[in-house]
């Protein structure tokens, strides 16, 4: 088969989740000896040059790439706020360059499937409509109003909050209007692909979590201070600032008074100022960003996973499991891992219990290494990229089937 990947930054290097989750999807169908063409923004966020890419992504995967300038500009903010009915963080993917080198690839060769990852790809389905007798498929990575409504939830009364608001109704309306304009859903968790009906799906839906290659993950012998807690993400994401602070703030402390020895490690890209100050406390190591984040995650414990808002799945939470780390986590945190409580991680509703459980795995070597042990098993069950890719490819081929057939 013939895959056109779109995706709304370079997936290289694979360095937070959405771009994991992208890249591991684009190896597993190469693998499979599909045909994979990928059309990549590049932004000032997410940069990268293709031509740098490692031989083994360039063997058997056309690439090619566009810059988009997504930066935020003041003035056009504010005219999108008052004269626009699209959400300004969609709106800013929006590209007439990007738009008219889509049109070319599409011309240029034949596509089975026209891949979408993820909602701000939306406004490129008329080209794709035009140019192209391929199923679009969007590949849903979240459900992003249900993030704009937590986060507008959470934040106390204020300008922001207000503008916070307005984006989360537009945004409830991209959204919706964006289901009813492509073939087939591919929601990372069942309970996305629920909600994502509720709000008005009625294409055919496959749910397709982002995967592990097993065979590949390189799990060190050596263990880790039993003392270490750590934390990694992207920290230019308004969700996982929101979730660090909050344990700094409200769960550190508790648990230091009981654990005095503990030691919370934290790694992430692009920090503003604000937050590596308000880090700077007892205990606390701030790494930035790590040139390998494999080699980060082995050389400490216990894994938290502070999310208050956010929606989908976190694809660093599933590398620790297939890593045997144990792990604390906020409900929300671990949404898409269904029935793990207690056997395979640990998932607090409040800080008081969070710093429970904190603690509790730091007083308790074989709970860490049980817990571990429980999470590894649960990956290679459920989440093996190569079964995952398996069952997309032959529902793929499925629908593709049912179109002929109609026609």
């Not at 290289?12 to 190896?27: A, E, Q, R, S």
């Amino acid at each position: 088969m013939n895959f056109l990947i779109l995706t709304n930054k370079m997936p290289y290097p694979p360095n937070d989740g959405g771009c994991i989750g992208t890249l591991v999807m684009i190896n597993g169908l190469k693998k499979l000896g599909h045909n994979v063409t990928v059309f990549a923004m590049n932004t000032h966020k997410h940069n990268f040059n293709i031509e740098n890419l490692p031989q083994e992504l360039k063997e058997n995967i056309e690439w090619y790439s566009c810059y988009v300038d997504t930066s935020i500009n003041p003035p056009e903010m504010l005219y999108n706020l008052l004269f626009s009915n699209i959400p300004y963080n969609a709106k800013r993917f929006i590209s007439k360059t990007y738009k008219s080198k889509l049109i070319d690839i599409l011309k240029k060769k034949t596509f089975d499937i026209v891949h979408l990852e993820g909602l701000y790809l939306y406004p490129y389905i008329s080209s794709i409509r035009k140019n192209s007798e391929a199923l679009i498929a969007f590949r849903a990575h979240n459900v992003e109003q249900e993030i704009w409504k937590r986060t507008v939830r959470n934040q106390s009364p204020s300008i922001k909050r207000v503008y916070n608001r307005i984006l989360s109704l537009r945004m409830q309306r991209f959204e919706k209007k964006s289901l009813k304009n492509v073939d087939l859903l591919v929601p990372l968790t069942e309970r996305d692909g629920y909600i994502l009906d509720f709000l008005g799906n009625r294409s055919p839906v496959h749910v397709a979590p982002i995967g592990i290659d097993i065979e590949e993950l390189k799990v060190s012998n050596t263990q880790p201070p039993h003392n270490t807690v750590y934390y990694i993400g992207a920290l230019d994401w308004t969700p996982n600032q929101e979730g660090l602070l909050w344990f700094v703030e409200k769960v550190w402390g508790l648990v230091l008074k009981e654990y005095p020895e503990a030691q919370f490690h934290i790694a992430g890209r692009n920090a503003p100022a604000s937050l590596k100050h308000k880090l700077n406390r007892k205990n606390i190591i701030f790494h930035g960003s790590v040139e390998n984040a494999h080699d980060f995650v082995q050389q400490y414990n216990i894994m938290i996973t502070p999310l208050l808002t956010g929606s989908g799945m976190r694809v660093k939470l599933i590398e620790a499991m297939a890593f045997r780390k144990p792990i604390v986590s906020t409900y929300i945190g671990a949404e898409g891992i269904v029935n793990v409580n207690e056997t395979y991680m640990y998932l607090a509703h409040n800080e008081t219990e969070f710093a429970n459980y904190v603690i509790d795995l730091l007083k308790n070597p074989n709970k860490c290494k049980l817990l571990g042990e429980n999470a590894r098993n649960y990956i290679e069950k459920n989440f093996d990229n190569s079964t995952i890719i398996n069952g997309l490819v032959e529902f793929y081929k499925q629908q593709i089937r049912k179109q002929k057939n109609n026609d």
